[in-house]
């Protein structure tokens, strides 16, 4: 079993930043992917960025050049850097990991981020 709680969520204005934390109750290094999908009010949850264990990243279109996925693996917690926010990115934010040893998903409690004048 893993925990993650995610934190760093709030409201902010067009064209700022905030910084978003995930930190796991377990080491990951070993997990295959850490990733941070969104989910917004009447939308589906969506994909916003990984980090793989070798530390590659993706992002999805909407967000790149503007978000910045890392981890510091010591203390087990992944961060989402988001720049230059727009109304748009109004969402739940949600931290995921995969551990492919195990073929399980999990997943933490959301963050509610809300980007409005």
């Known amino acids: 079993q893993v925990q993650l709680v995610e934190s760093g969520g709030g409201l902010v204005q067009p064209g700022g930043s905030l910084r978003l934390s995930c930190a796991a109750s377990?080491?990951?290094?070993?997990?295959?992917?850490m990733r941070w999908f969104r989910q917004a009010p009447g939308k589906q949850r969506e994909f916003v960025a990984i980090?793989?264990?070798?530390?590659?990243?993706n992002y999805a279109d909407s967000v790149k050049g503007r978000f910045t996925i890392s981890k510091d693996s010591a203390k087990s917690t992944v961060f989402l850097q988001m720049n230059r926010l727009a109304p748009e990115d109004t969402a739940v934010y949600y931290c995921?990991?995969?551990?492919?040893?195990?073929?399980?998903?999990?997943w933490g409690q959301g963050t509610q981020v809300t980007v409005s004048a």
């Open positions: 377990r080491n990951i290094a070993s997990a295959d992917a």
């Open positions: 980090i793989t264990g070798a530390g590659r990243t």
């Open positions: 995921n990991a995969y551990f492919g040893i195990e073929s399980q998903d999990y």
